[in-house]
């Protein structure tokens, strides 16, 4: 059910930027999939994973965080890529790479942020590894746990797609401890409505998240 409905975020950021799609189905479109997203975004897998990175970096400075984004982009140059590797080879970037591997394209990258903004899991080596000068945990960390941040549709010029990032506040028992950014596809999208193949695979989020 995931996927069906995520698709339907999409048709609300067309109808935005490309009129066609009714305007009053924006907020259907878009309450029924941030509930989705939020429903495989509050499993254990991510807050036990939260937890740890909270816990880790607890009293971490800005230079600190400078200094593990320094590294983190030194590392995306290097073969050896201690940090990035810990990164990646963790459980919940492993049920995040599962979740963008069975949207089949339609989901470009997703990735988890923790109190710091940094990432504490995600589905591709990102460019940076703190997100917290940046308006998607900005605008839903800092703003309390039912923060939900859309981003303008942009060209990915290496790509040539178009896609736009959708980004919300993780909350547990009230209390924000961190953020997810799913980035959409959009050039996908539109191939698989205009090719009758807009039906996607149903994913909860919470099978197989312990795998």
Do not use: C
């Not at 907020?27 to 939260?50: C, G, K, N, Y």
């Not at 963008?100 to 997703?110: D, K, N, P, T, V």
């Not at 080596?125 to 942009?154: C, M, N």
């Not at 896609?163 to 698989?192: D, H």
Request: overall charge negative; hydrophobic content about 40%.
């Amino acid at each position: 059910m995931g996927f069906r409905r995520l698709a339907g975020l999409v048709v609300t950021f067309i109808s935005v930027f490309f009129p066609g799609v009714a305007s009053s189905e924006n907020e259907i479109f878009r309450d029924s999939v941030v509930q989705e997203i939020r429903s495989w975004a509050s499993t254990p897998v991510v807050f036990l994973a939260l937890g740890a990175s909270n816990e880790r970096y607890a009293d971490l400075n800005q230079a600190g965080i400078d200094a593990l984004d320094k590294q983190w982009l030194t590392e995306r140059e290097k073969s050896d890529q201690p940090l990035i590797t810990a990164v990646l080879s963790s459980p919940l970037s492993s049920y995040l790479t599962m979740i963008q591997s069975r949207s089949h394209g339609l989901y470009a990258e997703i990735i988890v942020m923790d109190a710091k903004g940094l990432n504490a899991g995600q589905s591709a080596v990102t460019s940076d590894f703190w997100q917290g000068d940046e308006d998607k945990w900005q605008k839903t960390y800092l703003v309390g746990p039912d923060a939900v941040f859309i981003d303008e549709i942009q060209l990915n010029e290496r790509l040539g797609t178009e896609n736009v990032q959708v980004t919300l506040s993780i909350a547990q028992n009230g209390q924000v401890v961190g953020a997810i950014t799913v980035e959409i596809n959009v050039t996908e999208f539109r191939r698989r409505r205009d090719t009758g193949k807009a039906e996607l695979h149903q994913f909860s989020g919470r099978e197989n998240e312990n795998r």
